[in-house]
T-cell receptor, first 114, second 113 residues
Framework: DAGITQSPRYKITETGRQVTLMCHQT?????MFWYRQDLGHGLRLIYY???????DKGEVPDGYVVSRSKTENFPLTLESATRSQTSVYFC?????????????FGPGTRLTVL | AQSVAQPEDQVNVAEGNPLTVKCTYS??????LFWYVQYPNRGLQFLLK??????LVKGSYGFEAEFNKSQTSFHLKKPSALVSDSALYFC???????????FGIGTKLQVIP
C-alpha cells in the first residue's frame, strides 16, 4: 500500500527553468492539495483539486501551475522558477471535501532554486 | 479570515514529564481543529481532530487535546513525554466548506532524556 508518493524527493534547479513536481496517490481520494512549507510561515496552500479536471487556487498560487487529468496524479509545475520558490513542497489528499476529513501527506520534495 | 496561532516556537520538556503544546484559533462559526506531527524529512502525520462533542479528544501515540471554546484554544497534551515524541507539531483549523485548512507555523517539541 504505497499511499501518497512524491518525486523527486530533492531537486536543484536554476532561476528561469521549468520544474515539475509529481504527486501520486493510490487511494482514489477525490481531493488533492499542494502546500509549501517555509520557516516562519508553516504550511501554505498553493493549489487544490476537487476531482480530475477541477482545480482552484489556494493562498499562494502565483508562479505555479497545476493539472489533474487523472484522479491519482496531481503535478505541480513552476513555469519559470525563482529563488523565492526555494521551499519544501508537500502534496496531500483527502477522501472528500468535508472540513472534518483528515488530510494525508506525502514525504515532501525539497526544491532549491539557485 | 481564519487563523491559527502557535505562540511557542519551541517547547522543551524532560522525558517522563507531562507536555503541552499550545494552539489558539480564530474561525467564524463552528471550528474544526486538527493536530499533525512531522518527523524529520517526513510528511505530516495526523494525530487527532476535534469536530464536535466531548471537549477532550484522544488521538494517536497517547496524545490528547482539549478544546476550550471560551479561550479559543486547542492545546495538545500528553501525560508522560517520550524522547521519540521530539518532532514538529502543527495545529490546523477551518470553519467549514472546502478543505481550506489553515495551519499554524509549527512548534518544535524537544524531549530531553
Amino acid at each position: 500500500d504505497a499511499g501518497i508518493t512524491q518525486s523527486p524527493r530533492y531537486k536543484i534547479t536554476e532561476t528561469g527553468r521549468q520544474v515539475t513536481l509529481m504527486c501520486h496517490q493510490t487511494w482514489s481520494h477525490s481531493y488533492m492539495f499542494w502546500y509549501r512549507q517555509d520557516l516562519g510561515h508553516g504550511l501554505r496552500l498553493i493549489y487544490y483539486s476537487a476531482a480530475a479536471d477541477i482545480t482552484d487556487k489556494g493562498e499562494v498560487p502565483d508562479g505555479y501551475v497545476v493539472s489533474r487529468s487523472k484522479t491519482e496524479n496531481f503535478p505541480l509545475t513552476l513555469e519559470s522558477a525563482t529563488r523565492s520558490q526555494t521551499s519544501v513542497y508537500f502534496c496531500a489528499s483527502s477522501e472528500s471535501a468535508a472540513s472534518t476529513d483528515t488530510q494525508y501527506f506525502g514525504p515532501g520534495t525539497r526544491l532549491t532554486v539557485l | 479570515a481564519q487563523s491559527v496561532a502557535q505562540p511557542e516556537d519551541q517547547v522543551n520538556v524532560a522525558e517522563g514529564n507531562p507536555l503541552t503544546v499550545k494552539c489558539t484559533y480564530s474561525v467564524s462559526g463552528n471550528p474544526y481543529l486538527f493536530w499533525y506531527v512531522q518527523y524529520p524529512n517526513r510528511g505530516l502525520q495526523f494525530l487527532l481532530k476535534y469536530i464536535t462533542g466531548d471537549n477532550l479528544v484522544k488521538g494517536s501515540y497517547g496524545f490528547e487535546a482539549e478544546f476550550n471554546k471560551s479561550q479559543t484554544s486547542f492545546h495538545l497534551k500528553k501525560p508522560s513525554a517520550l524522547v521519540s515524541d521530539s518532532a514538529l507539531y502543527f495545529c490546523a483549523g477551518t470553519s467549514g466548506g472546502y478543505q481550506k485548512v489553515t495551519f499554524g507555523i509549527g512548534t518544535k517539541l524537544q524531549v530531553i532524556p
